[in-house]
């Protein structure tokens, strides 16, 4: 049996978040909600690991990342993959199912 392992990322745009001061083109410019995410896989099934909100803005492209706290509520409900979000739980029922197989055929086996 062969395993495949990844890794990847995805960005989604939440849509605008008001203007603010630009801290790189040194004016009041107007600024989007990114969604970032970082995921391992293994048979194409993942885990996400790492995950973070950014004001990136819409000018110069330079981005600040936020804390989760300072996220206005509007912009939490993020949507994953099935594959992605529950892909460890889906691993641990394979695992969990294998092992009592083999302890089934086990205690069924004639000595």
Partial sequence: M???????????????????HCSNCNAVR????????????????GMIRRKYYC????????GTVLA????????????FPFRLQYGWVIWLVVIVACSLLVAYIQAIKPR
Wanted: net charge negative; hydrophobic share 30%; proline share 7%.
């Fill in 2 to 20: 062969a395993f495949t392992f990844g890794s990847g990322s995805g960005v989604y745009s939440l849509g605008p978040c008001g203007e603010s």
């Fill in 30 to 45: 107007p600024f989007d909600m990114l969604f970032y995410y970082e995921y391992w896989t293994l048979n194409y099934l």
């Fill in 55 to 62: 004001k990136h803005c819409q000018t110069c492209g330079i």
């Fill in 68 to 79: 989760d706290e300072d996220v206005d509520p509007y912009f939490k409900p993020i949507r």
